[in-house]
């Protein structure tokens, strides 16, 4: 274990290091002054650069997948730093650390490296920052998953902001997401990381974030790359079966979009072996295709512990230095969290030439150019934060808490409704069930009770977070409200149904709240490492809806998780379904303000709710033989669509038309390199005003691969007062029709499209058809990959 620097000894006024020279000044090109300083190093001090150290790594459960297995002794800071450090693991998201100490820790450290080190190189200090910053008394925000289900872009864009400012303010310069791995398991524990099972939603929302943490000035990694998600039987770390074209029409553009629009300066590789070859040892991935055919200039980290596990769990390394050797051929830049394998088994194999020196120097560079783009190789550079030169610092302060609550609002799905919400003013209400009281079921496993809080249960939670019941009675102050468990979330404990069922007889409604606790390596039924056998509810949850459902009482049913379960045994027989995904420190109250009717809900699926336990994995991209059908008995249709949810006001969506003209008998024809707009007009036809997300899809007939009956391309979330209309208007180009093709080559064919337009996958009234003609066009890198929308008021 390494002990890191004290936080409480005196702060110099000035710093300790090398004096100036010509790497350290700002005026000079970033390239010459990288050359400059790496003809200054010796080939310790470039391999130095390379690897974070991650100085908490001791007792505790653990954070990182096999953490304890590879928490070998290192030596002392002092000689571990002394040719220099490429980065400082987790200063704040490791133990629960006051902010301001943390703060003052990090810099201090940043002095000791800078004086103990011959050049003087300050390090890269990482963060989590999931769903916000994975730190002590933090704002924690709606999970990924919450954020497909806004459909919004520009609060995504607002929160990553918001992260970022706060890390930068603290002396963090890089944030280890967004996560971009599409949903194809919904039995896979990090589900809730993902945005959602459709990839043109994850690459905007996913760039959306990206464009907020970069603009902050803060380092977004994209994670995971590529193919984690599609891990077999949702399994973590299982092997990845996928082909090349589903790789590269699924899993990759959420990617091309955050490097290319969101520009993004860190990838952080898969653990997951696709078709055999883990992802840190692949080359052709890294390098070839990453660098090569979407041109990133960054760095390369790998996730935790992912060199090592090239040796331990993949089996393709015999050593630690063969796995330094290949990740390091491959394009992996940067070991993380700590240094195992890219220290002396590396520094040994280049020494007898196993492994070229130009291969250090390559990953070297690209750590330089990094740090110098962040200010760190500057003359003068101070690691003194600015929130403790502001005299302050508060990491929950009440703008953050004002934009959890807007992510968490947006984000909440009414999936049925039988006409009892909203609840206006009952004067009794039973919310029963294991989530209702449970704090630890609105956060997913990167927020920091969960991530590391857990551990210290002597440490107050830090910030403020009610649980639903708490916020049930502060929404309904003169309703007598009572409570019971009913069951736990994750053990078959059946002993307190009865007590439940009593409760909710006695009540004017019911609030069931079922769902997940998350947590990690199966502390949890949510997150990383706690995958599910398929989506029945955990525990002895399904028996007491059951139980709930035939007291007679009208039961409204509150789902708080990560994954969506199966419901298909409490549809038709609830009163109301609610769906939140880890909606945050305001989760509560968003959703209590649903049931109210306080908050119109406007959250739509980003993965699909289905009627069976069985029905995983499954998605809405599916072709057509991939649906119900006379060829088999098993019948996939999901109970809750891709894209659906209610709301408390009524939309209509009509006058659908192609380049400004009606829609006639002949499809309208488009060149296979050109585009065409299609208009809509979307009104609120119900007596308050809501907001409906109007969605765009795609279907190809009849092309030279099967291809899915629809995809999403386009969508605009729009406010809209009672009564009022907007006229949307998609720019849609012939990329927007892309696939990969028999050659593995991404084309444009003619052809008949349809575009449909409405309000979910499978409620889609308004139809135009398309011809493409001409030849057929191959879609490079530089295709057109958004589909922009312009919305226009009705007089």
Not at 484 to 495: K, L
Not at 643 to 664: E, I, K, M, P, Q
Request: proline share 9%; aromatic share 6%; glycine share 12%.
């Amino acid at each position: 274990m390494i002990e890191p620097p004290a936080a409480d000894v005196p702060e110099p006024a000035t710093l300790a290091g090398p004096p100036p020279a010509d790497w350290t000044d700002p005026s000079r090109p970033l390239d010459e002054r990288v050359r400059c300083l790496m003809s200054l190093m010796t080939l310790e001090e470039k391999v130095a650069q390379l690897y974070g150290i991650w100085t908490a790594i001791g007792e505790g459960e653990d954070v990182a997948p096999n953490q304890h297995e590879f928490s070998e002794p290192l030596p002392p800071w002092e000689e571990l730093t002394k040719p220099g450090l490429g980065q400082l693991t987790r200063v704040f998201g490791t133990g629960p650390v006051e902010p301001a100490t943390g703060a003052r820790v990090l810099a201090q450290t940043q002095r000791d490296l800078i004086a103990n080190s011959r050049l003087g190189i300050p390090a890269i200090a990482h963060e989590e920052c999931l769903a916000g910053f994975t730190a002590w008394q933090a704002t924690v925000f709606p999970v990924p998953l919450a954020w497909g289900a806004s459909f919004d872009p520009a609060t995504v864009h607002r929160m990553a902001g918001a992260i970022g400012a706060q890390l930068r303010s603290v002396g963090v310069h890089q944030g280890l997401s967004p996560v971009l791995d599409v949903t194809f398991d919904a039995r896979w524990g990090r589900t809730e990381e993902t945005i959602g099972e459709d990839p043109y939603l994850v690459a905007v929302l996913g760039t959306a974030y990206t464009l907020g943490l970069e603009g902050a000035g803060v380092v977004a990694t994209l994670k995971h790359f590529a193919g984690y998600s599609a891990s077999g039987s949702g399994r973590n770390h299982a092997p990845v079966h996928l082909g090349p074209r589903e790789v590269a029409d699924v899993v990759l553009p959420p990617f091309e979009m955050a490097l290319r629009e969101g520009g993004a300066r860190s990838v952080m590789h898969s653990y997951s072996a696709v078709d055999g070859v883990p992802p840190a040892a692949d080359e052709a991935l890294l390098t070839g295709l990453l660098r090569g055919t979407l041109g990133f200039d960054g760095v390369v980290v790998a996730d935790y512990f992912g060199v090592s596990f090239l040796q331990s769990t993949q089996g393709v390394a015999g050593s630690p230095g063969e796995a330094a050797a290949q990740a390091l051929a491959a394009g992996v830049d940067v070991e993380l969290p700590t240094v195992r394998c890219y220290g002396e088994p590396l520094l040994e194999l280049v020494g007898t030439g196993a492994v070229p020196e130009a291969l250090v120097d390559r990953a070297v560079e690209r750590v330089l150019r990094q740090k110098g783009g962040l200010g760190l190789l500057d003359a003068g550079w101070d690691p003194e934060p600015p929130a403790l030169r502001d005299g302050g610092l508060d990491l929950d302060p009440p703008e953050l808490r004002a934009l959890a609550r807007t992510m968490a609002e947006r984000s909440v799905v009414l999936l049925d409704n039988t006409g009892v919400l909203p609840l206006r003013d009952p004067s009794s209400v039973a919310v029963v069930g294991p989530c209702a009281d449970e704090v630890l079921s609105l956060m997913g496993c990167y927020a920091f009770p969960n991530h590391v809080g857990v551990q210290h249960p002597d440490v107050p939670l830090g910030i403020e977070l009610p649980t639903l019941l708490e916020a049930v009675r502060s929404e309904y102050p003169r309703a007598t409200v009572t409570t019971a468990q009913g069951c736990p979330v994750q053990e078959p404990d059946r002993r307190g149904i009865a007590e439940a069922v009593a409760t909710a007889s006695a009540a004017e409604v019911c609030i069931a709240v079922v769902g997940d606790v998350s947590g990690l390596f199966g502390r949890g039924t949510s997150g990383e490492g706690c995958d599910a056998d398929d989506l029945r509810l955990p525990g002895a949850q399904a028996e007491l809806l059951d139980a709930l459902l035939g007291t007679g009482t009208p039961v409204v049913v509150v789902v708080l998780s990560g994954r969506p379960y199966a419901l298909g045994e409490v549809a038709g027989r609830a009163a109301a379904v609610v769906q939140a995904f880890f909606p945050g420190e305001e989760g509560s109250g968003a959703v209590a303000g649903v049931l109210s009717g306080r908050v119109n809900p406007s959250g739509k699926l980003p993965v699909q709710v289905a009627r069976t336990p069985g029905g995983s994995p499954a998605t809405y991209l599916s072709p057509a033989l991939g649906r119900a059908g006379g060829i088999s008995s098993a019948d996939p249709t999901p109970l809750f669509p891709f894209g659906f949810g209610l709301s408390y006001t009524t939309f209509a969506v009509d006058d659908v038309r192609l380049d400004g003209a009606h829609l006639g008998e002949v499809p309208a024809e488009v060149a296979t390199d050109g585009s065409v707009e299609l208009s809509c007009t979307v009104t609120n036809t119900g007596d308050r005003d809501g907001a409906e997300v109007v969605q765009l899809y795609l279907s190809d007939p009849v092309a030279s691969v099967v291809q899915p009956v629809r995809r999403l391309i386009g969508f605009a979330r729009v406010e809209l007062a009672a009564g009022a209309s907007v006229r949307l208007t998609f720019g849609v180009h012939a990329d927007r029709a892309a696939f990969t093709g028999r050659d593995l080559r991404r084309v444009v064919e003619p052809g008949e499209l349809v575009l449909s337009v409405g309000t979910s996958s499978e409620d889609l009234p308004l139809r135009a058809r398309v011809r493409l003609t001409g030849p057929v066009r191959e879609a490079g890198p530089d295709r057109v990959l958004t589909t922009p929308v312009q919305v226009a008021p009705v007089p």
